[in-house]
């Protein structure tokens, strides 16, 4: 945790920490891919935020498409990616709750387990923000975070009764194309060299063994 210094005495001075920055980045991540790392640490460094939590979900609300990995194998997929970034952290809450998830009860369950007064915000991609009304209760969400717009160029729209910012960013990478590829025996561009290993051991995607 930050932490800033009161000049009030040069002998004593005294510390007052600062309130936690954590971000919070939904997804299915099937499987995850360099593109989402990449957005991740430009959110860290751009906003000094002190930790982003990635938070795989059983089922999207938005996808009728159950995800092709299981929820323990794209768990393991993101341990292994983020192992050597110390800022980011996963956590399973969704996927032990029934689907589909809801990011308006995930914020609510991890903000009654952080520090009063933290930061938060939540990642989302410029489509999902065009489209944040139709999520189920926008406006519980707009209470508790700030939201981390992700676009290629450009600004979101702002929207009465929500905070957001915009964060630049664009990557080729795609789960559903890495994928495509993993199916027809092609090695797939954009992703960890130990989450590919372990779905070639696994087999997923159809992948070779």
Partial sequence: MKSRSS???????????????ICFFGGTFDPIHEGHLAISKKACDQLSLDRLVFLPCRQSPHKKERPT?????????????????????VDDFELTQPPPSYTWMTIRKMKAQLPPHSELFLLIGLDQWQHIESWQ????????????????????QQ????????????HPASSSQIREKLALKQSPDWIPANVLAFIEKKGLYSARR
């Fill in 7 to 21: 000049a009030t005495s040069s002998a004593n001075p005294v510390v007052v920490s600062s309130p936690p920055r």
């Fill in 69 to 89: 990995a299981s929820d323990q194998q794209r768990l393991q997929m993101l341990r292994l990616a983020i192992a050597s970034e110390p800022r980011f952290e």
């Fill in 159 to 170: 929207k009465e009764g929500f905070r957001a910012l915009f964060l630049s960013g664009d």
């Fill in 137 to 156: 209760h926008p406006s519980r969400l707009a209470e508790d975070v700030t939201f981390l717009v992700v676009g290629r160029d450009g600004h979101p």
